[in-house]
């Protein structure tokens, strides 16, 4: 089936990488549902859809909660008869005052945002894109790991243990949904200019904080982006669009990084 | 001997591999808290180890439950000083079901279990280790934390972030001469299905041991290439290496005990 034709749902679409991959998915000719908590910073991006053409729907829903999430997600397939992609691109790097501290004092409300949200978020959606792409034996679910959730980072233990389970999580459902033909892969950012990225840990905005992910830290990413610079959306959109076309069909339970070549082990 | 004065704390000690490490600890002349959500396992653990001359006491406590943690971890130093090696190793299996149809309370449950009452462990007891100049961890993860399985996955999950913990608490905790590793048990001959609520019938457990020795499509393709399944004794062997003193340049890292069942 031609792109054109296909119906995607894009988490987490009002920014960052979400935003990117809607826009691209939708330039390929995709009919694109736009999931996020908050509908209204989602008007941007489907303007500018719509302004090109697009087709687009908003569907509000909050992903940590997995009656909303199977709700919003049918809410598309009653819409458009049918789900071909799902990319799970909402996430948080920080909740309250203690996520993005250390370990010892993380909060237990704190560290279950982040769980629910990273990677509950991205369970519960997946779960119900599956049915429907079970139902039709085909469709792709792309979910944004991330490389912190392979090589341990100070002050990040809750953020990093979220995206270590969404890079477990992607390679079990991509095995128990082999035998329907739908594919389940993961991209692996490294550090990407997001708004996620340049805040601190406070959430203000830091301008120091990008130049310090390129050369690394002790307290980032030691090594640095050997490629010598931040990896952008588009970047790593560019690898979803891969995974969750056609020509990727024989590439499943795969986790694709998309760093610059940060992470080395 | 080598853990003479030692105060060592296991979680899920009452059985299978907390048992054998609390057992093994105790034999090496180490001050055992045998800690368990079920007193009667806790205290058999304890007269073991007792009747072979050892020290040991049983602490009965929810892990999954920060306020329970606490408590734990005062009363274990009020009997014995100060913790010096804590071994995470209490968690629980799920019935097998698809993935897909896993429900919200489920995931939260076994997350709560696994995940966090590693969390609030280390919480509770890092302090001391920082203020006694040093410390070991070890937590047990499970091939599952490498190997994605079928009808498993909240488990999987679980224990892949697990890992992942152990290694962001390596990388925070280095600095206080604290190490913190894990190990990864393949297929071991435990009650862990039964303690956690899920029994199988007697022919259940033994077709799925006899599936994961000999190489199942659905659990290890490969079988268990050593040619038996594990024993708890097996992983608690490695427990203790991890946390005696000769390991005391290894941190962050996972030691698969499974007979080379997750080299598939």
Redesign the interface.
């Known amino acids: 089936m031609a792109v054109r034709e296909r119906v995607a749902a894009v988490t987490g679409a009002a920014s960052g990488i979400g935003r990117a991959t809607a826009l691209g998915l939708s330039r390929q000719g995709a009919r694109v549902a736009l999931c996020d908590l908050n509908t209204s910073g989602l008007a941007g991006v489907a303007a500018t859809i719509q302004g090109a053409g697009g087709q687009v729907r908003m569907v509000e829903l909050d992903v940590s ?3 909303q999430a199977t709700k919003g997600i049918d809410s598309i397939v009653q819409a458009w008869g049918r789900l071909d992609v799902l990319v799970n691109a909402a996430g948080i790097a920080s909740a309250g005052q203690t996520s993005r501290g ?3 004092s ?1 909060s ?1 409300p704190d ?1 279950d945002r982040i ?1 629910d949200v990273n ?2 978020g991205t ?2 959606c997946a ?1 119900a894109a ?2 429907h792409m ?1 139902r039709q034996r085909s469709g792709r679910i792309v979910n944004i790991a991330s490389i912190a ?9 809750a953020y ?6 969404v ?3 992607t ?7 082999a035998r329907y033909g739908v594919t389940v892969n993961a991209v692996a950012p490294g550090p990407t200019d997001t708004p996620m990225l340049g805040r601190d840990r406070e959430g203000d905005e830091d301008p120091q904080l990008r130049e310090r992910y390129i050369t690394g830290t002790p307290e980032i990413f030691r090594l640095g982006v050997p490629l010598g610079k931040l990896g952008k959306p588009e970047d790593v959109a560019s690898a979803i669009l891969y995974l969750a076309s056609d020509e990727a069909h024989h590439v499943t ?1 795969v986790i694709f990084n998309v760093d610059g070549m940060a992470q080395l082990s | 001997m080598p853990f003479t004065n030692k105060t060592v704390l296991i979680t899920g000690a009452g059985s299978g591999i907390g048992r054998a490490a609390a057992e093994t600890f105790a034999q090496q002349g180490a001050q055992v808290a045998v800690a368990d959500i079920n007193q009667r396992n806790a205290d058999e653990t304890v007269n073991t180890i007792r009747q072979a001359g050892g020290t040991a006491m049983a602490f009965v406590s929810d892990v999954s439950q920060r306020a329970a943690v606490d408590m734990l971890a005062a009363a274990v130093r009020q009997t014995y000083g100060a913790i010096h090696i804590l071994v995470n190793n209490a968690g629980i299996a799920l019935p097998s079901m698809s993935i897909v149809d896993v429900d919200e309370a489920t995931w939260l449950r076994v997350l709560q279990v696994n995940l966090k009452s590693i969390l609030f462990c280390c919480q509770a007891v890092v302090p001391q280790m920082i203020a006694a100049g040093g410390g070991r961890i070890v937590n047990t993860a499970s091939t599952a934390a490498k190997v994605p399985r079928w009808e498993i996955g909240p488990y999987c999950v679980s224990k892949a972030a697990v890992l992942h913990f152990t290694r962001c608490l390596a990388m925070e905790l280095a600095q206080y001469q604290i190490t913190v590793n894990a190990v990864g048990p393949g297929a071991t001959i435990t009650n862990l299905r039964q303690n956690s609520g899920v029994p199988e019938a007697p022919g259940t457990a033994e077709a799925r041991r006899e599936g994961q020795l000999k190489g199942d499509m659905e659990i290890f393709r490969i079988g268990v290439p050593l040619g038996r399944l594990g024993e708890p004794q097996d992983q608690a062997h490695a427990i203790v290496f991890l946390a005696s003193d000769e390991a005391s340049y290894i941190s962050g890292q996972c030691i698969y005990v499974d007979g080379l069942q997750s080299q598939c």
């Not at chain 1, 959730?149 to 233990?157: F, K, M, S, V």
């Not at chain 1, 990093?160 to 389970?165: H, P």
């Not at chain 1, 390679?171 to 949904?177: G, I």
Request: contains cysteine; glycine residues 10%; hydrophobic residues 50%.
């Open positions: 909660n997995q009656e250390p370990v010892l993380i237990e560290w769980m990677l509950l369970v519960y779960q599956a049915r079970m959730g392979a090589i341990p980072r100070l002050n990040a233990a990093g243990v979220s995206k270590a389970g890079r477990m999580f390679k079990c459902l991509a095995l128990e949904l339970g």
